[in-house]
């Protein structure tokens, strides 16, 4: 019996194009269990961002899903989301009040004419029956939480007159204002410079710690991924190559896929045997095809490859 | 924001005097002047005027002047709410004029109306379900009508009213109710009127109002904060009308200013083809005569209006977006 929050199984996510089709996603597995921060690191275009947006079912409608993602809240039933009826109302319950996410863009991700506090008061009012008064109230809460000062004047501004940082901080009030139990984060520090960046990772983290909920975090980053993660997935090509704690993987990487990934961060020094294990990736090549997920023991799990 | 209305209050001022003089220019570069036109037709009927009485008929109407003191005179009089003399209706311009004016805002409006309620929703609809069946159908009939001369379907209408149910649709008004004061029975008669009109004028705008609409919608909702709203749970329908819908249309109001002379183009043909008591045919009329009072008052008016349209778009656009209202605070 799987006792994690979420579980992805056997995800296969096919885009319809003029030109045929594109699969993005291979049968992806993996968990992200209750309380725990997940990383999810891979190159661009290795459907990390595919993996959380079918997770929000937000994908585009040519987006052809196979596979089973399962949530599992805390005191409910467990809910198939890759099953659900658009209109079924569970699953506006899930956008934004279980599941929330934050974005990459935090300069376009909010409404230009919108007042801030209205945008976060509307999560509110999504998903509970509570006055407007009561949501701007809790808004204002929410607001100081991720660390804005004169909320009360900030609250009647517009996004055009806020920093990145400041939006982001924003965003991520939004996402967290309903208490969701899983928070995706795709790559929200991405378009941030690097000051404002740690700042974000570390508001994450804490609010994490407070609220005690789990967060799914998409990166690129192998050095955000130390800092952050409890739990590491590493994917490529549309594959997850390795999944495991991050002490497990980023110490002592299995997969060559992750070594050259390790390998290629400035400023990460490798074992030198390790390095020339992980000649046996070679760029462009199709990894593990054909060949499974196998259990490495300890919670981890390694894609079979031949050297 | 009050120091950007006065601001454009005044900058009004310069760009209305400038278009005055084009105005006038403009009505003076035809050879000849309402005093030749007469005498052309008056000369066609077998009478002739001595020279004596040429020379009192311009100076009675202060053509023997240069023409800066005779712009002089024109602008200094509108100022005054004096718009002259017509020669050609042998009434003062202002009876004439404002009762027609009124119409042609109220045709105009209405068709203004008209098309925004039909074309937005059509242009959303063809946006949400983008190479639908319906966006086609929509797109071909659209188009139809934008390739379609005004007063073709204007003469269409009528042509059928006739046929069919014995309608005669020329005018605003039927024959009984023309010139008696106004009564719930002469405005229910001009509202049959009306109708006609404001279809045939609104038809021509759909067209493009529903591309642009579907255009600038299709542009929005590939915006990160719709996905941003629809993440947060926000339901389908509200979120379009609330975040994509509602930056699509502000284009819309930002040209109506620059609508309102197209409408009035337009509306002059279809005036003249309906026979309708609005400022099209009158302006048509005096420009033929070389009437130049009511000519130009007309033109001076009309032009009033769009700077005003203008004014009260670029007010209206202020009002809904708040990026443009702290730019100009």
Redo the contacts between chains.
């Keep these: 019996m799987n006792d994690s929050l979420l579980s992805i199984e056997d995800l296969i996510v096919e885009f319809k194009t003029e030109l045929g089709s594109v699969k993005a996603l291979k049968e992806v597995s993996f968990d992200v269990p209750y309380s725990s921060i997940t990383a999810v690191v891979g190159e661009s275009g290795s459907g990390k961002s595919v993996t959380s947006n079918a997770i929000?079912r937000?994908l585009p409608d040519s987006a052809q899903t196979s596979g089973e993602i399962i949530l599992r809240p805390q005191g409910r039933e467990p809910i198939a989301i890759n099953s659900l009826d658009e209109r079924d109302p569970q699953m506006?319950?899930?956008?934004?009040?279980l599941v929330?996410?934050v974005?990459q863009?935090p300069m376009?991700?909010?409404?230009?004419?919108?007042?801030i506090g209205d945008q976060v008061a509307?999560?509110v009012l999504?998903?509970r029956k509570v006055s407007q008064e009561a949501a701007l109230a809790e808004a204002a809460a929410m607001l100081e939480q991720v660390g804005l000062t004169e909320v009360e004047s900030k609250m009647r501004m517009?996004p055009?007159?806020f920093s990145g940082g400041m939006r982001q901080r924003v965003?991520i009030a939004?996402?967290l204002i309903?208490n969701p139990q899983l928070l995706i984060c795709d790559e929200p520090t991405t378009a941030l410079d690097v000051t404002i960046q740690a700042e974000i990772l570390v508001l994450i983290k804490s609010l994490q710690r407070k609220l005690n909920n789990s967060v799914l975090f998409i990166t690129h980053d192998l050095g955000v991924v130390a800092q952050i993660a409890d739990r590491v997935v590493v994917m490529y090509d549309g594959q997850v190559m390795e999944t495991g704690s991050v002490r497990q993987v980023l110490k002592s990487p299995q997969h060559p896929y992750t070594l050259h990934l390790l390998s290629s961060m400035p400023g990460i020094k490798i074992v030198e045997e390790l390095q020339t294990s992980s000649e046996g990736w070679a760029e462009g090549a199709p990894m593990g095809s054909g060949t499974v997920l196998g259990d490495a023991g300890g919670g981890r799990q390694v894609r079979e490859f031949s050297k | 924001m009050r120091k950007y209305v006065i601001r454009r209050l005044l900058g009004m001022i310069p760009t209305l005097a400038i278009i005055s003089i084009i105005v006038f220019v403009v009505i003076q570069l035809p050879e000849g002047d309402i005093v030749t036109s007469t005498l052309d037709q008056l000369s066609a009927t077998g009478v002739d005027l001595s020279d004596d009485r040429i020379q009192n008929l311009r100076a009675q109407y202060n053509l023997d002047q240069p023409l800066p003191v005779q712009y002089l005179a024109w602008i200094g009089n509108f100022i005054t709410g004096d718009m002259g003399f017509s020669y050609l209706y042998a009434q003062p311009v202002n009876e004439l004029v404002w009762e027609r004016l009124g119409y042609t805002l109220l045709i105009t409006t209405c068709a203004l109306l008209f098309t925004w309620v039909l074309a937005l929703p059509i242009g959303i609809y063809s946006a949400v379900r983008q190479y639908s069946v319906a966006d086609y159908a929509f797109t071909t009939i659209g188009l139809i009508g934008l390739a379609t001369p005004n007063f073709l379907v204007a003469l269409i209408l009528m042509y059928f009213g006739y046929t069919w149910f014995g309608l005669s649709f020329g005018g605003l008004f039927s024959p009984e109710y023309l010139n008696v004061p106004w009564s719930w029975g002469r405005f229910r008669d001009m509202l049959a009127h009306l109708w006609i009109p404001v279809v045939v004028i609104g038809t021509s705008g759909m067209a493009i109002t529903m591309r642009l609409m579907r255009a600038n919608l299709l542009d929005e909702l590939k915006k990160p904060y719709v996905i941003t709203a629809r993440a947060k749970g926000v339901p389908p329908l509200k979120l379009l009308l609330k975040y994509p819908v509602r930056i699509a249309i502000n284009p819309f109001i930002s040209t109506i200013g620059l609508l309102l002379p197209a409408l009035i183009s337009g509306e002059a043909i279809v005036g003249v083809v309906l026979n309708l008591p609005t400022t099209g045919p009158l302006l048509v009329q005096s420009l033929i005569t070389q009437d130049m009072y009511l000519a130009g008052s007309l033109i001076m008016m009309l032009s009033v209006l769009t700077v005003v349209g203008m004014l009260l778009s670029d007010l209206l656009l202020a009002w809904v977006d708040p990026r443009i209202r702290y730019e100009r605070a």
């Design positions: 929000m937000l506006q319950e899930l956008r934004g009040g929330s996410m974005f863009e376009t991700a909010l409404s230009p004419v919108h007042r509307e999560a999504c998903h517009y055009f007159e965003i939004m996402a309903c």
